[in-house]
């Protein structure tokens, strides 16, 4: 999967898929599950998503993006 797709639901996905995912790929959890933005794994194997309802929430903008994007990168 080295390349950007229509919106992935994660759900049906391994862990080795998952991680082999582009950061920035829009995602789902489930089939009408809520959408987000697929940063990558952190070393310990933890997807990062920022979801679509939490940027929003939390007023942060593209902040909110790029400090998840750091965490999965073990940059932050």
């Given at each position: 999967?080295?390349?950007?797709?229509?919106?992935?639901?994660?759900?049906?996905?391994?862990?080795?898929?998952?991680?082999?995912?582009?950061?920035?790929?829009?995602?789902k959890?489930?089939?009408?599950?809520?959408?987000?933005?697929?940063?990558?794994?952190?070393r310990?194997g933890s997807?990062?998503?920022?979801?679509?309802?939490?940027?929003?929430?939390?007023?942060?903008?593209?902040?909110?993006?790029?400090?998840?994007?750091?965490?999965?990168?073990?940059?932050?």
């Open positions: 999967m080295a390349r950007f797709q229509s919106t992935v639901d994660v759900w049906d996905l391994t862990p080795k898929q998952r991680a082999r995912l582009m950061p920035g790929q829009w995602v959890a489930g089939p009408a599950g809520p959408k987000g933005r697929y940063w990558g794994q952190t310990g997807d990062v998503v920022a979801w679509s309802q939490n940027a929003k929430a939390s007023r942060m903008g593209w902040r909110y993006h790029r400090t998840l994007r750091d965490y999965a990168l073990g940059t932050a």
